[in-house]
């Protein structure tokens, strides 16, 4: 029953590694210095908006395509925070190196993420899984409606609360999404300037066109697995209903078998993709506006807190509303204005070994689920919403205490931390994160390029929000870049898919079919 494990847990990992330095400014700048834009004589420059996912892919993806044509471009990466992975970030318990660190944003990613999971092959940076074990429970504010686990005892229960045939459909449902997704990584791979046609292409229109709850409710699926099972993962993964969110979503929800993490954390990812790229990294400087230079046509002015510099390219890897930069109006015209999930992570370090079970209706001593998962069900029927989206313990911080993390909507007080945890909470970190777009239906996406020379990687978020699929469309808007600006691409030349086959059979390429990952092996 593979669409049950819907885990998203943290694990406790043993190794850490610091990171490297990447080089920023420190030089101080005058007012005047900062409008006065600098023409840097030499190669045409890019410069990479953001160094998360999406925009510290990008510098890799362009440093291939330099590395094998030769392509004469500079890349600059602005990043407003001091650390790179945006919202894929770790934290320590108690602040403390020596503790194991834990996710606080992007945690899990599948063997059908092609990209990063190549990328930490090639950088030698080990996965870890993490739902071994798991059991898993889905709360509705009022009771526990079910519990289960990966024996076979848990398959029967599932069989005899939900039928045979729901979870199988929803699995299948599933399964023909990662089918589509992953021609994504083959040479005949889609190429795209509008997500509205990317996903006609994919045959996934009825999906982003409609809810989870009515795609997989008209296609075989039981209300109750839905609203209960489904919605569990839709919850958790993105914290929105099945009555609220698009079924292309529902459907990644569910897509989380196998699910890996890096040990240590997943932003080593990132900082090895700028790291290999070459790329200048400025960490802390903001960029506040991005204009049409005066100098030359088609070429854009990127101000940023330590000067104005002039580009032939700029890549935008962050969601446009959440950057406070200024760009024309006409150009942020474009931009359909995106609602972020505002959400609160809590974690916690806790010397109790599970959470009171009296807050969940049970006995004192009951086995209580490690990974609790909720639906909106019992607020349908007119009782209160559950006070959280998920609360998962993540194994071990050291003998005896427990790593705890809370999703939830509103900000989780000291005192209800104290009652659920008996009043063995030793440690605390609260971050607020714009986590991923609410996404409801839609068949509107904002344009992957606003202007000649100007693209916007974080357009596909809407369609899927995940640290892999943003390495994709940054793949995508480099190939865009590339091809208009440069008169080339990662790959080269563009091969027809019979011209690959040949290569393939010839033997032209040392990979096999199942593991050619297009940008990598071209
Ligand atoms: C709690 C949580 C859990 C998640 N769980 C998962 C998961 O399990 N698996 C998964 O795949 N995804 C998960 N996600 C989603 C995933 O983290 C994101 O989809 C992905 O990391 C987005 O990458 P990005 O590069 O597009 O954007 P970001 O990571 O947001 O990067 C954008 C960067 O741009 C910078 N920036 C913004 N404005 C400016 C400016 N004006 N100047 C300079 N820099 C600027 C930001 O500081 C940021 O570093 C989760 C997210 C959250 C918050
Ligand atoms: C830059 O300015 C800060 C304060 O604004 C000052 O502390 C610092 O020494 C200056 N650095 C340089 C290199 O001038
Ligand atoms: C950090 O954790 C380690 C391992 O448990 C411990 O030995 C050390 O004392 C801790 N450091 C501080 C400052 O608490
Ligand atoms: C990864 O390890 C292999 C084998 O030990 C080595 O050849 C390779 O250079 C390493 N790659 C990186 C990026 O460190
Ligand atoms: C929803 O799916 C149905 C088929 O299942 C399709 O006909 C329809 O166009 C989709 N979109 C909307 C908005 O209903
Ligand atoms: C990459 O990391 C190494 C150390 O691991 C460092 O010496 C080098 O300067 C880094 N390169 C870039 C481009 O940041």
């Known amino acids: 029953m593979r669409c049950f494990a819907l885990t998203l847990l943290l694990?406790?990992?043993?190794?850490?590694?610091?990171?490297?330095?990447?080089?920023?400014?420190?030089?101080?700048?005058?007012?005047?210095?900062?409008?006065?834009?600098?023409?840097?004589?030499?190669?045409?420059?890019?410069?990479?908006?953001?160094?998360?996912?999406?925009?510290?892919?990008?510098?890799?993806?362009?440093?291939k395509a330099k590395e094998r044509f030769g392509v004469d471009v500079e890349v600059d990466v602005y990043e407003r925070e001091d650390y790179i992975g945006g919202r894929s970030t770790v934290v320590y318990p108690y602040g403390n190196t020596s503790l194991p660190p834990l996710e606080l944003g992007g945690s899990i990613f599948v063997a059908a993420n092609k990209n990063l999971w190549r990328a930490s092959d090639e950088f030698n940076l080990t996965r870890r899984e993490f739902d071994a074990g798991a059991q898993t429970g889905v709360w509705d504010g009022h009771k526990l409606v079910f519990s289960f686990g990966d024996g076979w005892w848990d398959t029967i229960k599932v069989i005899l609360r939900y039928g045979m045939l729901s979870p199988k459909n929803?699995?299948?449902?599933?399964?023909?999404?990662?089918?589509?997704?992953?021609?994504?990584?083959?040479?005949?791979?889609?190429?795209?300037?509008n997500i509205a046609d990317l996903a006609a292409t994919l045959g996934w229109s009825d999906l982003v066109s409609n809810t989870t709850a009515d795609f997989f409710t008209q296609r075989g699926v039981s209300k109750k697995f839905t609203y209960e099972v489904i919605e569990a993962a839709t919850r958790v993964n993105y914290g929105q209903n099945v009555d609220a969110i698009q079924a292309l979503e529902g459907a990644c929800s569910l897509a989380t078998t196998g699910a890996r993490g890096i040990e240590g954390g997943n932003y080593q990812l990132f900082e090895r993709f700028l790291n290999h790229s070459g790329a200048n990294v400025h960490l802390?400087?903001?960029?506040?506006?991005?204009?049409?230079?005066s100098s030359s046509s088609h070429h854009w002015a990127v101000k940023t807190s330590a000067g104005t510099v002039e580009y032939k390219a700029v890549i935008l890897a962050a969601p446009f509303h959440s950057t406070g930069i200024e760009i024309s109006p006409s150009l942020a015209a474009q931009i359909p204005k995106q609602q972020y999930v505002h959400l609160h992570v809590t974690l916690l370090a806790t010397t109790s070994p599970t959470p009171d079970p009296a807050y969940f209706g049970l006995p004192a001593g009951?086995?209580?689920?490690?990974?609790?998962?909720?639906?909106?069900?019992?607020?349908?029927?007119?009782?209160?919403?559950?006070?959280?989206?998920?609360?998962?313990?993540?194994?071990?911080v050291r003998e005896g205490e427990w790593a705890v993390k809370i999703f939830s909507k509103d900000r989780i007080s000291d005192e209800w931390l104290n009652k659920l945890f008996l009043g063995k909470v030793g440690w605390v970190l609260r971050k607020e994160w714009d986590a991923y777009p609410q996404l409801p239906p839609t068949t509107v996406f904002p344009p992957v390029k606003l202007d000649r020379g100007f693209y916007y990687v974080n357009a596909f978020e809407p369609l899927i929000s995940t640290m892999e699929t943003e390495t994709i469309a940054s793949r995508n808007v480099v190939d865009l870049l590339l091809n208009e600006e440069f008169g080339s691409s990662i790959c080269g030349s563009r091969i027809s898919p019979s011209d690959a086959d040949e290569a393939h059979t010839a033997g032209q390429t040392t990979s096999n079919d199942k593991d050619f990952v297009i940008g990598w092996d071209c």
């Open 11 to 63: 694990p406790a990992c043993l190794a850490f590694q610091l990171p490297f330095r990447v080089p920023f400014f420190t030089k101080n700048v005058t007012a005047d210095e900062l409008d006065q834009p600098t023409v840097v004589k030499g190669s045409p420059r890019i410069a990479i908006i953001g160094a998360g996912a999406g925009g510290s892919s990008a510098a890799f993806w362009i440093s």
């Open 170 to 193: 929803a699995d299948s449902l599933v399964s023909g999404v990662i089918k589509n997704f992953l021609t994504l990584y083959s040479s005949a791979t889609p190429k795209w300037d």
């Open 284 to 293: 802390n400087t903001k960029v506040v506006s991005v204009t049409e230079a």
């Open 366 to 396: 009951a086995k209580l689920p490690n990974m609790m998962l909720t639906t909106y069900e019992g607020a349908r029927a007119g009782g209160k919403e559950p006070e959280f989206n998920s609360l998962s313990y993540h194994g071990q």
